[in-house]
């Protein structure tokens, strides 16, 4: 299939696909390339976007997916494998949930002391000089 079909099928735009082929996490081999040099994109290259989809939607970094895909390309990637990998990425959200808990709080009291403040009045921000 052309990329406009691959775009189409796979929800990914033709510059993401040609951005994964450009950092390797999709390979298409030379011989796909039709006489006009358009590719012609397998079946197995639009699996391959449904999976790295789900793992985006899952909060997966393209590293941590280009991870998965290579340890299943050397057929090591097994229930257990990926349940370390799904339990390491869930402690990892839980500590950048827990930060933007404190980032929130800590808003959320500059907040209140700004309205406290009369309104119209300059401030300067602490820890900045103003520029001569």
Do not use: C, W
Request: charged share 35%.
């Amino acid at each position: 299939m052309l990329i406009g079909e691959l775009s189409k099928r796979s929800g990914f735009s033709r510059d993401t696909i040609r951005y994964y082929e450009k950092i390797g996490l999709i390979e298409l081999p030379k011989k796909l390339r039709n006489v006009n040099n358009y590719k012609d994109y397998p079946e197995d290259v639009f699996l391959l976007l449904k999976t790295i989809r789900k793992y985006k939607d899952l909060g997966f970094t393209l590293e941590e997916i280009r991870e998965l895909l290579v340890l299943q390309s050397i057929q090591v990637l097994d229930v257990s494998k990926l349940i370390q990998i799904v339990e390491r990425k869930i402690t990892g959200m839980d500590t950048a949930i827990e930060k933007l808990h404190e980032y929130r709080l800590k808003l959320g009291r500059e907040h209140q002391l700004l309205l406290e403040k009369k309104t119209g009045h300059i401030i300067a921000l602490p820890e900045m000089k103003v520029a001569a």
